[in-house]
């Protein structure tokens, strides 16, 4: 009896204090609250760098917590803060916001109070807004609301989808293409005809149960992927790392419900970019068939405008929409690159 | 959006307070009325009629209290404080009615808080037992760190940390052992998992798992 009750002892000690962990908890965190919604910002990294990459996430739905695992990214928080931020009713975010603020203005509100955060809490550092497709659109979608751009020294828009309006149907063609050579090679016929011959129709991508559809066939091509036998570094969190850090279950679960009714597929922000005039990245995947490399060069020339000089354009010749993994190396030279000389 | 804000404010806060109001009359009237009908006649024991009610409810033989490590998602630690009543006991099965008042720190994540109530089935194989439970209860969650809101003049300013009402149905299933009938032991020990959902969470019943390790303990020795 005696032993039992010292081995229950034991394991109850092991679990109380085995949540103590290392590193997960290095740096700053705080929430930003708007509009139904609590959403978290975690800052990790060289935060005495005073250089701080917000990180903006895509989707809309997906999340900025997992991305603070990856490799990539860990290697960057070397020499700067990296800032990650869930977006309402994504990620680790909380609360009940209503279906009503899915906009684009309610989120480029949220994105502001995250930006004063970091300045109050640091001390108005440099703030360099790093955004990944629809990241990159948001992104765009802040420089260029009234005085925004003022708090932000840098912009690096990659892979963004700021024009899904005329985007989307370039992404349509992509997948046409595709079909046809995969019903040239004979891989799954049937599907892909049936994929080929609904794109030829040039159906009207504003309408959700099409983006839906396309979506579905999208998903099978190498769009995100150039080459699908790639073995790419995802996020290095192992199940005790989830179970001792600040991740929850909500990482896989947020964001459906966002997601299905945010409705971004009219999206056109190409002519509002011109206002941009920070200094300003472009770093696309030449092979992205999400967002395709023709939006790549329109994010160029939209950026400031033809006029607009402080800005530059990287292509990965051999990434698709994931192509901060596809070629890790080239991606974070570019980056560093970019925001040393800022 | 600022009368909506409030709207939905006080219709959360309604909705909390018959959340509570319905759980903690459900929990008072069953444990008085089972409780009522289950006491040893305080006539048979002189002594017992000097005891106050609570004495006679800690004492009671169907009255066992229960301590549990609760850990969210396994590591992010919590405590649950309870009381399990046996409602009906046969050879082969305990029904028993637990319930539940704890909470977890999930650090920059969530601080919650819970009250749950639930019906479960021992049943013993020898020393040990398993044990199934479903249940619903009543969460509170606080998000873990300080929160910044837009002030009234368009700076930033500290929010107050209100949290969030959360309905919380649960299951459980637990093996344990109970002592050997010769060693007449007051105490049980046991570990198992507990399923909750969170809901409402961004519109969605938000899974949660929890082991649950920890013991429950009668004042009133059992009668064999």
């Not at chain 1, 999340?63 to 990856?70: D, G, H, Q, R, W």
């Amino acid at each position: 009896m005696r032993n039992l009750i010292i081995g229950f002892m034991l394991s109850f000690s092991f679990l109380m204090i085995s949540c103590e962990k290392e590193n997960f908890y290095d740096g700053d965190h705080f929430f930003v609250k708007c509009a139904g919604a609590e959403m978290p910002v975690y800052i990790k990294g060289n935060i005495e760098s005073k250089t701080f990459i917000l990180f903006v996430h895509g989707g809309p739905g997906s999340n900025a917590s997992l991305v603070s695992f990856l490799p990539v990214a860990k290697e960057l928080e070397n020499d700067y803060a990296f800032v990650y931020w869930d977006q309402r009713g994504s990620g680790l975010s909380q609360g009940n916001p209503d279906p009503s603020t899915f906009t684009v203005e309610q989120f480029v509100e949220d994105l502001d109070l995250v930006i004063e955060g970091i300045k109050l809490r640091h001390n108005n550092p440099r703030i360099v807004i790093y955004g990944v497709s629809w990241g990159g659109a948001l992104g765009s979608a802040y420089l260029s609301t009234g005085n925004y751009q003022d708090k932000v020294t840098g912009f690096i828009c990659m892979n963004s989808g700021h024009n899904l309006l005329e985007g989307i149907p370039k992404s349509v063609v992509f997948v046409k293409e595709y079909a046809q050579i995969q019903i040239d090679k004979g891989i799954d016929v049937d599907y892909w005809i049936e994929a080929r011959d609904w794109c030829a129709t040039v159906p009207d991508m504003t309408i959700k149960e099409n983006y839906f559809k396309y979506d579905a066939y999208l998903s099978n091509t190498n769009a995100y992927q150039y080459d699908p036998n790639q073995v790419l570094q995802g996020p290095e969190v192992s199940a005790m790392g989830v179970m001792s850090s600040y991740m929850s279950l909500a990482i896989f679960f947020n964001g459906q419900y966002l997601a299905e009714r945010f409705n971004i597929l009219e999206l056109n922000l190409s002519p509002q970019m011109a206002k941009i005039k920070i200094p300003s990245l472009v770093i696309w995947g030449r092979h992205d068939g999400v967002n395709t490399i023709e939006m790549g060069f329109d994010a160029y020339n939209s950026i400031g405008g033809p006029d607009f000089a402080d800005k530059e354009m990287v292509i990965l010749e051999n990434s698709a929409h994931l192509a901060h993994l596809e070629e890790q190396e080239l991606f974070k030279n570019a980056f560093k690159q970019f925001v040393n000389g800022l | 959006m600022m009368m909506r804000d409030a709207e939905n404010l006080k219709s959360i806060l309604l909705m909390k307070a018959k959340i509570i109001f319905i759980i903690g009359l459900f929990l008072i009237l069953g444990i008085q009325k089972n409780f009522s009908q289950n006491l040893v006649n305080p006539d048979d024991n002189p002594k017992s009629q000097k005891q106050g009610a609570f004495s006679r409810f800690v004492y009671n033989e169907k009255v066992a209290f229960k301590l549990d490590y609760f850990g969210e998602l396994v590591l992010h630690p919590g405590l649950s404080l309870g009381i399990d009543y046996t409602l009906a006991k046969k050879n082969w099965i305990t029904v028993h009615w637990d319930s539940e008042l704890g909470g977890y720190w999930h650090r920059w994540n969530n601080t919650a808080l819970f009250l749950k109530t639930g019906i479960g089935g021992r049943l013993p194989i020898k020393a040990f037992f398993v044990d199934l439970n479903l249940g619903a209860g009543y969460m509170h969650s606080f998000a873990a760190g300080t929160i910044y809101q837009r002030s009234s003049e368009g700076g930033l300013e500290k929010a107050t940390n209100w949290g969030h009402p959360h309905f919380m149905p649960n299951t459980s299933f637990l093996i344990g052992w109970g002592g050997t009938r010769k060693m007449k032991l007051p105490c049980t020990f046991h570990i198992g998992a507990e399923v909750y959902l969170q809901s409402s969470f961004n519109h969605i019943f938000l899974p949660h798992s929890a082991p649950k390790v920890g013991f429950t303990y009668k004042f009133k020795k059992q009668t064999l």
